[in-house]
């Protein structure tokens, strides 16, 4: 009867310990990524306020949808105002972006100053600060507004 608890317990602990060991069917997934951070350099006279959509999940609703996200740039400053990643991809500015907007602030109040819509490539210097052996990596881009882009 000894002998039979024994091999009874034996064989759970085989089972249990051959369940948890990975087959050779599985395997690790490697995926490529890419991510993007996006700089405004201010280089007006103006403070500006930048403004662009988000798409976020609502939870309540089970959907994306967009927030807008404000930034306030100083006169000649260089910000971070976007980052952006994901799978597969290596983000771009029309990728990550639908429009942005520009805005002005007079006593207070902001003025619609300068809309860029549709987001181009071309307006952007582009710096590729990491590539992996797949090609994706980290890239950052720049887009320079001046007196000449506003109102």
Do not use: H
């Not at 690790?28 to 201010?42: K, L, T, V």
């Not at 740039?73 to 029309?94: C, H």
């Not at 002005?104 to 992996?132: E, H, V, Y």
């Amino acid at each position: 009867m000894k002998t039979i608890r024994i091999w009874i317990v034996t064989l759970s602990l085989v089972s249990i310990f051959s369940a948890c060991s990975p087959t050779e069917t599985e395997q690790m997934i490697n995926e490529p990524a890419g991510s993007a951070r996006y700089f405004i350099d201010n280089q007006s006279d103006k403070e500006l306020i930048v403004e662009f959509p988000v798409p976020v999940y609502n939870f309540e609703k089970d959907a994306m949808q967009d927030v807008d996200s404000l930034i306030r740039l100083n006169s000649r400053t260089k910000s971070v105002v976007f980052e952006d990643g994901g799978f597969g991809i290596n983000p771009d500015p029309e990728k990550s972006f639908k429009e942005i907007r520009f805005y002005t602030i007079t006593n207070g109040q902001r003025s619609l100053a300068f809309t860029m819509k549709p987001i181009k490539n071309a307006a952007w210097a582009k710096l590729i600060r990491s590539r992996d052996n797949s090609g994706y990596g980290l890239t950052e881009y720049s887009f320079t507004i001046t007196e000449a882009n506003l109102k």
